[in-house]
Nanobody, 121 residues
Framework: QVQLEESGGGLVQAGGSLRLSCVAS????????MGWYRQAPGKQREEVAI???????KYADFVQGRFAITRDIARNTVFMQMTDLKPEDTALYYC???????????????WGQGTQVTVSS
């Protein structure tokens, strides 16, 4: 089966930086889009950033130029460099990947278990 392993979360002060990483492992045919979502207390899960297999990117409005998403195709890995973090960025951050497990199969969404980002004021 497919697993997504996240790392890089932690506790930082406002204005600080973190770099999140996520690697897809297991048996699959192709990794399509990858990205990051987050969920804060009292809020629904929201999209933060998405990167395609062609390295095109999309960011949520609240990112405001502070984050950068990249990927390593050969290593099935996605990264997100987060700078100028704010207390409102505090959330559980989930890795997302659209994966085709077999050449004849359909793509399916996969999720990591989440990595906590906490920003103190």
């Amino acid at each position: 089966q497919v697993q997504l392993e996240e790392s890089g979360g932690g506790l930082v002060q406002a204005g600080g930086s973190l770099r999140l990483s996520c690697v897809a492992s297991g048996s699959f045919f192709r990794v399509n889009e990858m990205g990051w979502y987050r969920q804060a207390p009292g809020k629904q899960r929201e999209e933060v950033a998405i990167i395609s297999a062609a390295h095109t990117t999309k960011y949520a409005d609240f990112v405001q130029g502070r984050f950068a998403i990249t990927r390593d195709i050969a290593r099935n890995t996605v990264f997100m460099q987060m700078t100028d973090l704010k207390p409102e960025d505090t959330a559980l951050y989930y890795c997302f990947a659209s994966i085709t497990s077999r050449s004849w199969g359909a793509a399916a969404a996969h999720w990591g278990q989440g990595t906590q980002v906490t920003v103190s004021s």
